[in-house]
């Protein structure tokens, strides 16, 4: 039988850069395929081509031992291709189940949408491969995890066979990977060739049949998953040791620095979504929140950074009460963020990057001040950020969109790292961040925190949590149900903490 | 070299197209479209047409900047329209009742017409900052209620306070004094030129538009409001979190766009020395199709705006001459606007080919040097 996917000699360049440079890909039929490689190395440019999204300079695609030329997703969507992007793409204002039919609507007679039918068919999906959505509820209210399970339902809904999945592991916790791995092997089951990109090599590991990597753009091997160990994945891809998160000595310090008292966040319908949260972060102290999305963690960051008002408490920063400061104001006082989704809430795509290494900091020197733009000092610290940061980039005049996944994110670390905050707020810091990176990043961040900052750490790498943090607490339906010491607690404790199981039981000792 | 060669081509892809386009219409309607192109050339060829072009894209120009304040930020005031008739009425009243010396009496009354402009917008500002009410539908709201409540209804008013009376001339606010008139600038242009003929003036507040494109591009790309002001524009949720209060940039947006549709009615108050029952109508909807073409940018509205008022004066000459309609006009503004649209994507897309193979040489030619 012949290959589910052979790519031979793809070359895609952008302006200042080779995304693709000769590369070659051997996807055999049912298998599950991981793509590797470091920030920039290419990989989703190749999804992209694969998908009909961009066009290859030079090369050619078979699908199915067919020669095909892709124009347009649609073209790939007929010969059962489905892709599930690193950056999501729903619309906003639609619900759940107007997203997963858009395109492929099922119509009445005369024209009218068929929803019932839609709705029947989307049950069918989701319940065969256990994927929960409210199929009625507005895509802007979802967090990021119950985003993806849409995307993956959309796609599965127009029938795919082979499924590309662009860094599908980056924003969910263990157990929801645990599920996708489950989804994964059932749909391997049933025939279904599966293509997915991860930095986290022990998934890779764990869930693929092959591996290729990808470095600067070329092929730089092509493997079985037999005998092959994370330590060499990692010099294949980056050329050097895989860090693993190290607890550090303490540099907890008796000052306060960020103090919510009995805060209570209200959502729309006027239920809590936080109820009654007390926390103190003191100067050089990390605390991590550990919580399945959607628990209330968001709501409680933005509560803290001030872009959603709280229903009763206070919040204090460095003993001053913020509770009804501006979003700016608050900024300016030195609170720093790295929003959870950086293309919606951290990037002007279409703008150069030193305009998006201004943005949050525009009324404050070097970027400028309450009335001008400083050009040549914004211009001056984005070239800092780029050096120190490692954000890979032809130049800083290029658009934020032109980055791939992972440097825009490291350029939004940058930002918030190089403006000397006291409050660092950080939803999934390393989210899509390859593991050299990563390491860099954890040390930036203790390296702050060394010199007094107060961390508010988010994230769904249950590692990353355990060894950054120096408290955890567990939120859970927006209340804070436990506090643990990251030196005691596991991650499989903690998971079951964050689903409630733990509690239930009693608690794991 | 190229680089700046494919930015011109798609203003003058733009203009091919749309000549091709009006050609076949002039056909089409059985005119011949050499005589009439050569009509409207040489019309325009004289200082006269010149002039009377640059005084109609001076309204065009600020017209433009209002819109484009708001399109930054993805805000659609439609309203410009209303906002200079309102202001227009609110700067001829009151400039008609003061007398002053010249430079205070013109400075109040570019204030007022300012404040008033700038206030009328803010209704619309404050109806989506308050109640959600979507900008372009309470523009057109406040449009409706300039041009079809107060003006229709002044003009029933004047006409009925004059009896049997009245004239065209009569009707209208009282006239205003010489010294609140902005100044016309002929000695400026005949420095360069002969003297103008035909008791042409050249309006002063061509000096003034000028100085408005400059300041637009200033507040923009120098200032930390142009920076909001965009950055909100690209993307609301990105801007809120980087602590830029959408509220607050809705309404200073709102305002400042139409303070600047307020000096058009300045503009029209210079040219005739009170609020007319008939003041000239449109301009608002011009300035939307003339920042769209310019794609609001500075030197571009100001190309837009001077090719349009070229179109709709030279045309003039076409119903005397007889070689076409003077409709014409309108069909090619219509066309430049749409084949704008399509040469810039088309550009857009050369360039960036462009920028990627050039990389790609520049890594071979490295590779060459640097043998792996
Ligand atoms: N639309 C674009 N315009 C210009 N350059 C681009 C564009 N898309 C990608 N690039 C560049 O191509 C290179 C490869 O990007 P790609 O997104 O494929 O990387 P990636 O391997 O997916 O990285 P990550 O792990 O960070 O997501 C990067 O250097 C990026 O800057
Ligand atoms: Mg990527």
Known sequence: ?509 | MRTYALSLAAPVGAFVLTVIVSTLALLAFGSNPVEAYGDMLSHASKLETQVDILNRATPFYLSAVAAAIGFRMNLFNIGVEGQYLVAFLFAAQIGGLISLPQVLHILVIMLVAMAVGSLYAGLAGILKTARGVNEVISTIMLNSIAVGGLLAWLQQEWQAEQGEAFTSTTLGTNPIDESGLFPTINGLLEIFTRDIGQGKQLTGMLLIAILVGVLYNLLLNRTRFGFDLRASGINPFAARAGGIPPKRMVLAAMMLSGAVAGLIGVVELADRGKFPPDPIQGLGFQGIAVALLGRNNPGGMAFAALLFAFLDVSSGVLDSTGAASREIAVIMQGVVLLTAVVAYGVANRLRERDEASEAAEALLAEREVVPA
Request: hydrophobic content about 40%; proline content about 3%.
């Open chain 1, 1 to 509: 039988m012949s290959a589910a996917i052979e790519l031979t000699g793809i070359t895609k360049r952008f302006p200042g850069v080779v995304a693709n440079d000769d590369v070659n890909l051997t996807v055999e039929q049912g298998e599950i395929h991981a793509i590797c490689g470091e920030n920039g190395a290419g990989k989703s440019t190749l999804m992209k081509i694969l998908y009909g999204m961009q066009g290859a300079d030079e090369g050619t695609m078979k699908i199915n031992g067919e020669v095909v030329d892709f124009t347009s997703p649609t073209d790939a969507i007929d010969c059962g291709i489905g892709m599930v992007h690193q950056h999501f793409m729903l619309a906003d204002q639609l619900t759940v189940l107007e997203n997963v039919i858009l395109g492929a609507e099922p119509t009445l007679t005369g024209g009218r949408l068929d929803f019932k039918k839609a709705e029947t068919h989307l049950r069918e999906v989701a319940d065969e491969y256990g994927l929960t959505v409210d199929v009625h509820q507005m895509i802007e209210t979802l967090e990021v995890g119950e985003r993806q399970r849409v995307e993956i339902i959309k796609v599965l809904y127009r029938g795919a066979e082979i499924l590309i999945l662009d860094e599908p592991t980056a924003v969910l916790v263990p157990q929801e990977v645990e599920a996708l791995f489950e989804n994964m092997r059932e749909l391997k089951a049933s025939g279904t060739t599966i293509l997915f990109i991860d930095h986290k090599l022990d998934e890779v590991l764990k869930i693929s049949d092959s591996i290729t990597v990808l470095r600067h753009g070329k092929t730089v091997a092509s493997l079985k998953n037999e005998g092959v160990t994370a330590h060499e994945l990692a010099e294949l891809m980056v050329g050097s040791e895989l860090p693993t998160p190290a607890t550090t000595s303490s540099t907890v310090t008796d000052e306060v620095a960020l103090r919510l008292s009995g805060v209570t966040v209200l959502n729309e319908a006027n239920r809590p979504v936080a109820s009654n949260i007390n926390l103190a972060i003191r100067k050089g102290e990390i605390v991590g929140i550990a919580g399945v999305e959607g628990n209330g963690q968001g709501d409680l960051v933005d509560a803290i950074i001030g872009t959603t008002q709280i229903s009763s408490g206070t919040i204090e920063l460095l003993g001053n009460d913020i509770t009804y400061e501006s979003v700016r104001k608050r900024r300016e006082a030195g609170v720093a963020y790295v929003p959870e989704d950086r293309q919606h809430e951290g990037l002007l795509l279409s703008s150069p990057l030193w305009e998006n290494a201004a943005l949050g900091h525009q009324t404050q020197a070097p970027f400028g001040s309450n009335w001008w733009l400083n050009r040549d000092g914004a211009r001056r610290q984005t070239e800092a950020i780029r050096q120190q940061f490692d954000v890979r980039t032809p130049n800083i005049d290029v658009a934020a969109h032109a980055l791939s996944g992972g440097n825009q994110q490291k350029l939004i670390i940058g930002r918030e790292l190089t403006s000397n905050p006291d409050v660092l707020i950080a939803a999934h810091p390393t989210r899509g961040i390859d593991v050299g990176a990563q390491a860099a990043v954890w040390d930036d961040i203790r390296a702050a925190r060394r010199n007094g900052l107060a961390t508010l750490l988010i994230s769904a790498d249950l590692d990353e949590l355990i060894g950054l943090s120096d408290t955890i607490v567990v939120i859970l339906r927006g209340e804070f149900v436990a506090t643990l010491s990251p030196d005691e607690v596991t991650p499989r404790d903690l998971g079951a903490y964050m689903t409630g199981a733990a509690l239930q039981n009693g608690g794991v000792a």
